[in-house]
């Protein structure tokens, strides 16, 4: 298997050569980068490129590694044992898959995605490192092994929110993926927007960094903001003249509610504008 890019997601060639790397050495690609970047969109469309069904495992700050792999319901077990179910007789019944088990037991190959593994507690990374790595695990209450039939592939993001555990790190090959410079940004709208006209995207691209370049922004807007931003220009007709200035400062742009989130880079732009107006 070869990922090559497909033509809905603009791959950089060093991203497609880790992708590539991954498959080789049959170990899980753990990608970081901003988030916006398109992490998990990577892995949707590696898998649809590569023709794998996707299981998606979308971690939480209280998921545990157990959930991945399986959880025994006690509570309906109990509850059927007094209502007189014979099913109670079967331990089995009351084993709830994991996302893991899912992967492991598919009858042909597929991809696997660990989403936001950094929102997890710090214990989690480590918990699944035998799994990841042997590709097996032990159901206790059927005493059972649960083996891969055949080797996901798996993918792991993380937007960088805590350390991960050197052990687990050992065992991935790791893609940080950089912010898009901006002949790849334009690669990118291009896919979402054929027809732009290039004076309109040239303006809108050079407000976008103009933006991103501010310092001091609490949250940087992303690749999917500006995606966001571009759909509300077209919709709303706004006319090329508003995104240009005549003298190359930094403006506000109209509708910037779609890339700054939050009232402090919103009032740390305002700031910078009103010191440059009056500065002229």
Known sequence: MKFKGSQDYVATPDLMLAV???????????????????????????????????LQWHVKSTTKAQQGLYEYDAVSRLRDSQLGDDKVRDI?????????????????????????????????PNDLLRELDR?????????????????????????????????FLRRCFFHYIKFPEADTMQAIVDVHFPDLKKDLLAAALKTFYDVRKLPGLKKKPSTSELIDWLKLLLAEDIPLEALQTQDE????????????????????????????????
Do not use: C
């Open 20 to 54: 590539n790397a991954a498959i080789t050495l049959q170990r899980p690609l753990l990608v970081k980068g901003e988030p916006g970047t398109g992490k998990t969109l990577l892995a949707e469309e590696v898998a649809k490129s590569l023709g794998l069904p996707l």
């Open 92 to 124: 089995s019944n009351y084993i709830v898959k994991g996302t893991l088990w899912q992967a492991f037991t598919a009858e042909s190959p597929v991809a696997l995605l660990i989403d936001e593994i950094d929102k997890a507690d710090i214990e989690f």
């Open 135 to 167: 590709m097996e695990f032990y159901v206790y209450e059927t005493r059972e092994w649960v083996r891969a039939k055949h080797r996901p592939l798996v993918f792991i993001t993380s937007n960088n929110e805590k350390e991960l555990p050197d052990a």
């Open 249 to 280: 400062k930094v403006a506000i742009p109209p509708l910037v509610g779609a890339l700054l989130k939050n009232e402090q880079d919103l009032s740390l732009f305002e700031k910078l504008v009103y010191m440059q107006s009056r500065n002229r």
